[in-house]
């Protein structure tokens, strides 16, 4: 007897349109999109709700939603569109909205200067969103620890926050012109942490802050995103020293330095990439 494995349904493209763009710091814009796309949207209720959009280049006049299988095909691989993830910030369900919040460095990468030049009427495509972390009342402390590119995350915990919670948020970013503002509970405080300059191994700060940070014994839920190698150092901090139960913490790593972002990804099943390392033998 043989048992056949089901497939996932493929889930629809979603196609939407940029309505608004916003400057939030000198290197985070924000764009609202929406349009008739937005009745394939289904919305997961979780805060941590990432989407992976695809991005085509703009010369070869592809035009979503895309057929993979047959691009896959017609195209070189270099030109097959690629895939980024990023987090929702905010989901307007009766107005059929969504926002999303771009890291940019001038022309690094390829969605940051795609959000930094997109205009009214742009089209951006991607799947319903996946995503776990909420923060959950049930726990005395919060702890939500990141760098610029979880900063996207972070804030779109910050709206589902109860008013009593309470806790500490540490973010770590080049300087002042880029911080963004959180409007947190009365009882949780943000930490900003500044570097300096872009990051590198000898200037972040943040793993050595919440290290040095005053620790309660009380029950903590953590979110924690960010730069390979640091999210790795946190985790056998807050996991290895601290104890804190694997299923009251969200951490992972959003990139790597000195990894383009294919390479990185390549390499996410692979024991490098693995921030928890017993998964890789799993």
Known sequence: MTTQRLARPVRPQIVLEVLATEMLSEHMIRLTFGGPGFEN???????????????????????????????????APEDFPVRRTYTLHHVDLEAGTVQIDFVVHGDEGIAGPWALNAKIGDQICFNSPGGLYTPNPEFARHLLIGDETALPAISAAVLDMTPEMVGDIYLEVGGPEDHVTLDVPEGITVHWLHRGGPF??????????????PWSDDSVQVFAHGERETMKTLRAYLHGERKVDRKAMSLSAYWAFGRAEDEFQAEKKSPIGQIFPEVANA
């Open 200 to 213: 590198t191994p000898e200037n972040t700060r943040l793993e050595s802050v919440v290290r040095a940070a």
């Open 41 to 75: 949207f289904q919305d997961k209720p979780v805060s941590d709700r990432y989407v992976k959009i695809l991005f085509a280049k703009p010369e070869l006049g592809l035009i979503p939603p895309y057929d993979l299988d047959a691009l896959r095909e017609q195209l």
